[in-house]
């Protein structure tokens, strides 16, 4: 059945844009109820986020076995299970990969290597972990010829290289590493990551990231807006050559008649 008294009403809903609790206004409401003995129904919320304005779906589903009753009101209220749409974050997007991202152009040099790592949070997201990363492992090797490592090279010694080449700080060559075997374990060896390991390996990789591409991009940039602005600003007018004036000769002074 369809009841439509919630809509309207201003609650408490977790925001998929801010990643967060927030007031959100329903906008939509739809209830349905399983036929059977055992009870058990799905609520469907179309959702306003009351701060950024964001619109999402939440659906919840529950059972009689969710039910609990409030010992002080007496009130019963179950705790189903929640899904959202787009799905809750597994992992926070840095909000200088937001920043790149929004900066990309068609045919960008960095277009690659910030479009596959889109594809990584969007593997989270969808709770694809296996996918999620082996695309750590991909993203870094398409990192690494950004950085001019030759593609033909094996992991280690495309490390190997970031190392002789200044591009990695000091123990830095074994967290790499460890990123890397993660991947080849989940991409040949049929190893199936916890959320933690894959927060492990994406500090690894959005440190290093950040650090030799982001970075020196973001300094790039910033001198090339400098130097524009260089040219745009007017110059100070040159001045008119004073006129020179000669000072008045004082009159000689007579000798002094002893």
């Known amino acids: 059945m369809s009841d439509m008294t919630k809509v309207g009403e201003i609650k408490k809903f977790f925001c998929t844009n801010c990643n967060g609790n927030r007031n959100c206004k329903i906008e939509g409401y739809y209830y349905n109820l399983y036929p059977g003995n055992y009870l058990a129904w799905e609520e469907f919320y179309i959702l306003k986020c009351q ?20 010992e002080v009101t007496g009130e019963s209220y179950a705790f189903g299970v929640k899904e959202y749409f787009p ?16 900066m990309l152009e068609i045919n960008d040099e960095m277009e690659k290597v910030f479009e596959i790592l889109s594809e990584v949070y969007g593997a989270l997201n969808g709770n694809l972990l296996t996918l999620a990363l082996i695309g750590i492992r991909t993203t870094f090797d398409v990192a690494s010829e950004f950085l001019g490592i030759d593609s033909s090279l094996s992991f280690k010694n495309k490390v190997e290289t970031l190392k002789r080449e200044n591009k990695l700080r000091e123990k830095e060559e074994e967290r790499i590493n460890i990123l890397v ?10 190893w199936k990551p916890e959320l933690s390991h894959i927060n492990t390996v994406m500090d690894i990789l959005e440190e290093f990231i950040h650090r030799e591409i982001f970075l020196p991009a973001l300094s790039e940039e910033r001198r ?19 006129s020179s004036e000669r000072k008045p000769s004082l009159p000689e002074k007579s000798p002094v008649s002893k």
Do not use: Y
């Not at 974050?89 to 909000?95: M, V």
């Not at 040219?231 to 001045?239: N, T």
């Open 51 to 70: 701060g950024c304005d964001f619109c999402f779906l939440m659906k919840e589903t529950a059972t009689e076995d969710d039910v609990q009753q409030d």
């Open 87 to 102: 799905p809750q974050s597994k992992r926070n997007i840095p909000d200088w990969v937001k920043k790149r991202q929004s």
């Open 181 to 190: 075997e993660a991947g080849n374990a989940a991409a040949h060896r049929g």
């Open 224 to 242: 090339e807006r400098e130097q524009d602005l260089q040219k745009r600003v007017p110059p100070r007018p040159k001045r008119a050559p004073k």
